[in-house]
């Protein structure tokens, strides 16, 4: 067992090499997230509409992306369609589209449930003071909404990051992936390589999940 | 490797899935096919491109594997490099094209030969029956079979030195499946990876390790104390690149290639600059190498 291990990291470009594929998790997750959170929150919204046929397609919809994984999803979008319809789309857009998809899902039944979850005196409350509709929603209920899904978001946020490690068997090389190159590569000269990479990595993640939960603790304390 | 199963499972699911999307298209009649496939007259989602589109294009999309030393990796410099990856190399320059390669893994290389996403799949591709019923395999250029690995205290040379001791194999591997077909005998014990199962060895956990020889050998090498006792064991595989199915001109481009690659020794020139240095003396390069496609 030659040297610790720790020097892999630093050998050839091979740091420069990590950053790069954090780079590409973080693009995927950040793209997919900016999308999902909008979309997710007027899908929320359409799901507490009282039309049945709302109901049904949201519902169907829903269902749909949380019963499939995501692996599942992945393939669909990047090999699926290509075999249906001979669209080659490119991976990473694939990649967008399934976890933009996912977290659309899933943001809007965080939606719906935090809207449930405000209790219907807050809306006569504000109906016996004289508020319009707009008035109700803009002044009470939005404002605790917004309170009640600031956590929830966030976990799902840093979930949607850490899932984007799927990626790689659409051939998209993020970061857990140029990990287990480098480990690979050095599996016989440094066996004890894959402590430090993994390592690496981790506090990779960590870097990329740590500021969403600290801005998270920030508004929740300014939302007071 | 241990893929293998999960990705079946999904494949399954996403077939199913897709067969009923494809029966919608195909008689609503507006898939949009692509030329190539309405020319040849194929299936509709045919998405391969021929040689003379290959060439057109300026670049050769390969699909290759990117952890897997010393077959293909990528090095320290964020180069690919590799057995896989020097054919490659040569495929590109004999098309007289760039290669632009595409990271795949085990359970994904079929999809993207299946699909067309890749123009050839060269990663250590292991022909079997289920798999050549969804891509089209080019004549082979490298063989495998089982080896076992052992301590030189106790050193397994034949099955039946293995008869009730205990048998390292990684889940998913031919290793596995050939020891519980042919030798109900042995004892396995099995693990998830590959760094578990060499582990178990050094730990004295079990009497010896089988996969495939290869990997054994090039790991012997750098073990002392572990010897190769069985080096050639079960039928050989054989290893070849893939197409997509239908796709005959590059099928029957990359057969000439390689039968007009054997008569210059083109594999045996891989070998030595891609395994010789992990193998050393260790493997003796006829035992590993297809020249020509031609396997004795």
């Known amino acids: ?224 | 490797m241990k893929y293998n199963t999960i990705f079946k499972k999904i494949a399954a699911l996403s077939l199913s899935a897709l067969l009923t999307v494809g029966a919608f298209t195909a008689c609503s009649g507006s898939g949009s096919d692509n030329a190539s496939a309405d020319n040849a007259g194929e299936k509709s989602n045919a998405t391969y491109r021929t040689v003379d589109e290959i060439k057109q294009s300026g670049k050769v999309i390969i699909g290759v594997f990117s952890d897997k030393a010393p077959f293909g990796y990528v090095d320290e410099n964020g180069q690919y490099q590799g057995y896989d990856v020097y054919f490659a190399e040569r495929i590109g320059k004999d098309l007289g094209v760039k290669v632009e390669y595409v990271s795949t893994d085990p359970a994904s290389r079929v999809e993207y030969a299946a699909t067309g996403k890749v123009d050839i799949v060269l990663a250590n591709f292991t022909v079997t029956e289920e798999r050549a019923e969804k891509v089209d395999f080019a004549l082979p250029y490298m063989k495998v079979k089982l080896g076992v690995v052992s301590p030189d205290s106790a050193v397994v040379r034949s099955i039946d030195d293995l008869k009730d001791k205990t048998l390292i194999v990684v889940k998913g591997t031919t290793a596995e499946t050939y020891f519980e077909k042919n030798e109900p005998d042995v004892k396995l014990q099995k693990y998830d990876e590959y760094a578990d199962a060499y582990n178990a060895l050094l730990q004295g956990r079990g009497d010896a390790f089988s996969t495939d020889n290869t990997e054994v050998l090039a790991w012997a090498l750098l073990n002392p104390g572990y010897t190769v006792g069985i080096d050639a064991l079960g039928s050989a595989d054989t290893i070849a690149p893939a197409v997509q199915k239908g796709n005959t001109t590059l099928l029957n481009w990359l057969n000439d290639e390689i039968k007009a690659l054997g008569n210059e020794n083109f594999f045996h020139a891989d070998y030595d600059a891609t395994l010789a240095s992990v193998y050393g003396s260790a493997a003796n390069p006829d035992s590993l190498v297809v020249e020509g496609g031609v396997v004795d």
Request: charged share 15%.
């Open chain 1, 1 to 224: 067992m030659q040297g610790s291990g720790i020097e892999v990291l630093f050998l050839g470009s091979n740091f420069a090499r990590l950053l790069e594929g954090l780079w590409v998790t973080m693009r995927i997750s950040i793209l997919a997230v900016v999308m999902s959170v909008p979309l997710g929150i007027l899908f929320g919204l359409f799901m507490t509409l009282q039309n049945p046929i709302a109901k049904a397609v949201s519902r169907v919809y829903l269902e749909f992306i949380r019963i499939m994984p995501q692996l599942v999803l992945l393939f669909i979008a990047y090999f699926g369609v290509t075999r249906a319809f001979g669209w080659n789309w490119d991976a990473e857009f694939s990649a967008v589209l399934v976890f933009t998809l996912w977290g659309t899902a899933e943001m809007g039944d965080l939606v719906r449930g935090a809207l449930k979850s405000i209790p219907q005196h807050q809306y006569d409350s504000a109906q016996a003071l004289g508020m319009s509709r707009m008035q109700t929603f803009g002044y009470i209920i939005i404002p605790q909404t917004l309170r009640r899904l600031l956590p929830p978001t966030i976990n799902l946020t840093t979930r949607m990051i850490k899932t984007t490690s799927l990626v790689v068997l659409i051939g998209i090389t993020e970061v857990l992936k140029v990990g287990k190159q480098i480990i690979d590569v050095n599996r016989f000269r440094y066996p004890t390589a894959s402590l430090w990479v993994y390592g690496a990595v981790f506090i990779l993640y960590f870097l990329a999940c740590w500021p969403v939960s600290v801005l998270a603790k920030y508004l929740e304390k300014r939302w007071r």
